[in-house]
């Protein structure tokens, strides 16, 4: 017997006893994204590494770590699955010329990769729904960010179960000065930093605040602060985005640590957190890049955005029983014996007309094993048809859930029948 293979580590099945509640969440994000004027757009799962590099950052623990790259057979070129979305869907945008004298507001769905340690809520492939606005540069755009995220959470039943946080980064030059200041502190306290700290003092000192080591969260809190070295305007964005949240009556918290994990943030930055799912407590994050666009060779072009990983809120909506069931077919058909295959696929296609649902049963059985399929499939109603049903023309139709007698009725009686016991 030939080895049994499985699945990459990491790397999940979903199989259909949980596929529906994907559906139910994919359709839910459907019709939200509609609402707000988003299109669809669809990228490569695998993207030249040059890309993710220079638009993640170098030093960052996705480049630096997590990942999955490789070289083209053919012709050598270095290749990466891709870890996040903007970059994918920002390339596409400068190579399709996309914000000419124009706007956009682009979503995406999909698998994304990288090589961490698996865990409840955080696996090796993840899926993610993003959104990316581009082209518009006041608070307002950045406003209605959080309103939509928001309302999804209204739309879902996760309201009470998720709390925002947001920053500003400011500009480059700011952040520049903020650096400089920075590393000269983080110099001071060196003797303390760990390893991690070390390594990005220089680096990319900013991320040594978001750190998680208990022992350096009293260093980091007394570290200067971005918000000391905001000039006019970006002061200005940052409190009109504040305005405009507070006018929507939406509440949040002011973290000034939160830096966010990729390079290209400045500005408007936030997240979305619940205390509900242990250590992986973000379940929506994002920012501005207005740098990027022109970072991946573009015409200079602002653009904000955010990334939700679907796990993560498919967790949450577990943990609050707020799933739907697996929804059941409404029609089962038992058949046996001479002409009743052909006569119940006729039937069939007549109810799916109809705007039913339906299950043949397929090959040799008897009416004792089709009727138990028929039940356990959930279904409304069993329809029997054996040789005395094809010669007259006639269907058997029996309840299954509902307490009522079977009837013998003409075929074209029948999708009226189902109708009354659908639920």
């Known amino acids: 017997m030939a080895q049994k293979l499985q699945a990459i580590r990491g790397m999940n099945d979903v199989l259909p006893a949980e596929s529906h509640q994907w559906e139910y969440f994919e359709n839910t994000l459907r019709g939200w994204l509609a609402d707000y004027g988003y299109q669809n757009i669809r990228t490569p799962i695998v993207e030249p590494t040059p890309l993710f590099v220079r638009s993640i950052g170098e030093v960052t623990d996705i480049v630096e770590k997590e990942m999955y790259s490789f070289e083209d057979k053919l012709n050598g070129d270095p290749l990466t699955l891709r870890p996040e979305g903007t970059a994918g869907t920002l390339r596409a945008v400068v190579e399709h010329n996309l914000l000419y004298n124009t706007t956009q507001k682009l979503w995406y769905m999909g698998p994304m990769y990288r090589h961490e340690r698996p865990q409840k809520g955080r696996y090796r492939q993840f899926h993610q729904i993003g959104v990316e606005a581009l082209g518009m540069n006041g608070p307002d755009i950045d406003a209605e960010i959080i309103a939509m995220t928001a309302d999804l959470w209204h739309r879902l039943g996760l309201a009470d179960s998720v709390q925002l946080e947001i920053n500003t980064l400011g500009n480059k030059e700011e952040r520049a000065a903020h650096r400089e200041a920075l590393i000269a502190y983080l110099e001071q306290h060196v003797d303390i930093l760990d390893e991690d700290g070390k390594r990005r003092l220089y680096s990319n000192p900013l991320r040594v605040l978001d750190t998680k080591n208990p022992a350096l969260q009293e260093m980091a809190n007394a570290a200067p602060r971005l918000s000391d070295y905001l000039g006019d305007a970006s002061r200005a964005h940052y409190e009109g985005w504040k305005a405009l949240i507070d006018a929507l009556g939406i509440r949040y918290v002011e973290n000034p640590r939160l830096v966010r994990g990729l390079d290209y943030y400045n500005q408007s930055v936030f997240e979305w957190v619940t205390t509900e799912l242990g250590a992986q ?60 295959t052909a006569y119940a696929m006729q039937l069939a296609q007549l109810l799916r007309v109809a705007g039913h649902s339906v299950i043949q049963h397929m090959g040799e059985a008897s009416f004792k094993s089709q009727m138990k399929k028929a039940d356990g499939s959930g279904a409304a109603v069993a329809l029997i048809i054996g040789e005395n049903e094809v010669a007259n023309a006639q269907v058997v139709v029996k309840p299954l859930r509902a307490d009522a007698a079977q009837e013998t009725l003409a075929v074209a009686d029948v999708a009226a029948a189902v109708s009354r016991f659908k639920s």
Do not use: H
């Open 281 to 340: 407590g973000t379940v929506c994050a994002g920012g501005r890049y207005d740098g990027l666009i022109e970072q991946l060779g573009g015409k200079p072009a602002p653009g904000i955005g955010f990334g939700m990983g679907m796990e993560r809120v498919l967790l949450l909506l577990a943990e609050k029983g707020l799933l739907p069931a697996r929804r059941s077919v409404d029609v089962f058909i038992v058949n046996q014996g001479q002409g009743a």
